[in-house]
């Protein structure tokens, strides 16, 4: 009775010291096979099924990434207007005005109103410290409207710029721009491929370089990004009636994938 009562404390605290060292992992389209048979009989208790230990303990883990390049066929700017003046009410009518010019020029770009979207509204309180006095004084107030505007023909984003910059005027601003494609998939893809084989052909020649023999992958997991390469905003030359069109280069996207892979060691 004794001899079984500590054969089932054993097989407990062997459970727990398990499960204190491991962290489960799961993957979706990959199978774990059973690594152990038995916590008793040959005294291994550093991989059950579905149960990865430390990584200094288990198989051949292995990592490897993609990489594949686009042309960008959407941009996405971030504008409006700002005006300050007395009081509030001049300020929110003066920037009402401007913002209805923007949108009016945008849409006479032709860009969709699905694709404007109000993204900051706020109004603030303008003022400057008098030393002599010692107090301070207000200015006035300005209200800020930006808004996010797809740009669906990226070719036509200079323009888009420059209409903008006509209705608005000194109320004008433009905060930022950049470039993505509306499908990314065939791009993730093809940079996922990529990654998946540099990892296996890694892992082969690790393998055969330490002369072990490679088992079945057992743990997979992948990491996406991208990064956008070379894209500026160049301002015209000059101002004026006879003033270049804003030149916008979109350069290109760079669509990243890292995958790891740990392959049991047979």
Known sequence: MRK??????????VFVLVGAGCSAS??????TPPVLSS???NGDASRVSGIICSQQSVGLWVTGEGKAYGIP?????????EVQEKSVAEAQRGAAEAMDQVVKALKGKGVADKDIQTQQFNIQIVKQWIDKENREEVLGYRVTNMVVAKIRKVDDT???????????GNATRIDGITFSVDDPTPYYKDARAQAVAYAMAKAKQIADAAGIKLGKPIYIT???GYMPVRN???APEAMGADSATTSISSGELEFQVSVQ?????D
Do not use: F, Q, R
């Open 261 to 265: 892979m740990v392959y049991t060691i």
């Open 222 to 224: 992948e990491n996406i």
């Open 232 to 234: 500026y905003l160049k």
């Open 158 to 168: 200079g323009s888009v710029i420059d209409a903008v910059a006509a209705v608005a």
């Open 4 to 13: 079984s009562l500590l054969s089932i404390i054993v097989l407990a605290l």
């Open 39 to 41: 916590l008793t009989g």
């Open 26 to 31: 799961v993957n979706s389209g990959v199978s």
């Open 73 to 81: 066929d959407v941009a996405i700017l971030t504008l409006g207007v």
